[in-house]
Nanobody
Framework: QVQLVESGGGLVQAGGSLRLSCAASGLTFSTYTMGWFRQAPGKEREFVAA????????ASADSVKGRFTISRDNARNTVYLQMNSLKPEDTAVYYCAAKTSHTSGSYYYPTAYNYWGPGTQVTVSS
């Protein structure tokens, strides 16, 4: 039974910071690429950041580069998204997702991921 559970969302003023966590269970965590996606009302789900199973390779969307950092702690089966210098346009539900090495497709696309958490709301006020 695979479960991903996000936490750490909330309300923050523009320029502030939040750290999201995603706790995984029921999988061999270190073998999964982990990703963060977000979805604002009326918009498509979009890629935010991804990290390889051993943490050696990361990628992030241009819109968050220099502000967001993805990391993981395989001993705790947890992936993080440190969000700094938050902007109102960062407001969205943030989802973590897990992708096996056998799943075809780029980490950039939501359809490439096998498992998803229920999401956590991030609201950035101006």
């Amino acid at each position: 039974q695979v479960q991903l559970v996000e936490s750490g969302g909330g309300l923050v003023q523009a320029g502030g910071s939040l750290r999201l966590s995603c706790a995984a269970s029921g999988l061999t965590f270190s073998t999964y690429t982990m990703g963060w996606f977000r979805q604002a009302p009326g918009k498509e789900r979009e890629f935010v950041a991804a990290i390889s199973g051993n943490g050696g390779v990361t990628a992030s969307a241009d819109s968050v580069k220099g502000r967001f950092t993805i990391s993981r702690d395989n001993a705790r089966n947890t992936v993080y998204l440190q969000m700094n210098s938050l902007k109102p346009e960062d407001t969205a539900v943030y989802y973590c997702a897990a992708k096996t090495s056998h799943t075809s497709g780029s980490y950039y696309y939501p359809t490439a991921y096998n498992y998803w958490g229920p999401g956590t709301q991030v609201t950035v006020s101006s």
